[in-house]
């Protein structure tokens, strides 16, 4: 095992999901794969000699649910960090993820610049933590981000309106969170893999609620264009 790398612990009961997770996850510097289990008992059996800082779990494992999983991770194993990375879209789950402690959740199938954005603030929060005696509010708000924004969706669904998904919602956010520069409706379905009319649908909403800045770009030809972009907070 390499020094100064982030120990990697991968629970996954597909051979091929795992090891694209663990190729994804290597690509990233300061990061490690040492170990790959297939199901719950078999995760369990690695803890009792091995002790990764981060755990990779699937939620949906052929012998234990994954969210039981986290729960005996949290008891017996404390100091282990986990992102689930699963097909569980369902409110309970990542409810009882985000009441596990989860440091982020990711869906599948994964969207691979979500996937490194995640690990690398993993990644960089832990650093922060070994080195920094006290967090200022913005570092606070960055490391908490995931349970701001699923609290923010929970408190919010009744009020969704039709043919807003509270899930895609998040995804929306956490890329535009992520995008520096103002993108377009077609920008965005590229980033996300969905449809420009579902892109354009969503940015509206979020526009309609104050939370997005919209830039009308005029070209030489053709209809203006509209690029959007989260407001900044004070």
Known sequence: MGE???????????PLAAKVYKQFAEKI????????????????????TF????????????????IDLLRIIR???RGIDVIPITAANDADTVTEAIRGGVFSYLIKPIDVKKFTDEMTRYKQ??????????????????????KENANQ??????????????FTLIRVRDKLRFEKESVSAEELAVLLGITDSTAR???????????LEVDIQ?????????????????
Not at 226 to 234: D, E, P, S, V
């Open 4 to 14: 100064n790398l982030t120990q990697v612990m991968i629970v996954e009961d597909d």
């Open 29 to 48: 510097d300061g990061f490690e794969v040492s170990a790959i289990a297939n199901s719950g008992n078999e995760a369990l059996m690695y803890l009792q």
């Open 51 to 66: 002790k990764p800082q981060l755990i990779l779990l699937d939620i949906y494992l052929p012998d234990v649910n994954g």
């Open 75 to 77: 008891m017996n194993h």
């Open 125 to 146: 929060t832990m650093q922060q933590l070994k080195v920094k005696k006290t967090m200022d509010q913005r570092e606070i708000d960055a490391y908490f981000s995931l």
């Open 153 to 166: 969706i929970r408190t919010n669904e009744k009020q969704l309106p039709k043919g807003i998904d509270k």
């Open 201 to 211: 649908k969503y940015l509206e909403y979020l526009s309609s609620i104050d939370e």
């Open 218 to 234: 005029y070209g030489m030809v053709g209809r203006p264009e509209r690029k959007y972009k989260f407001k900044q907070k004070l």
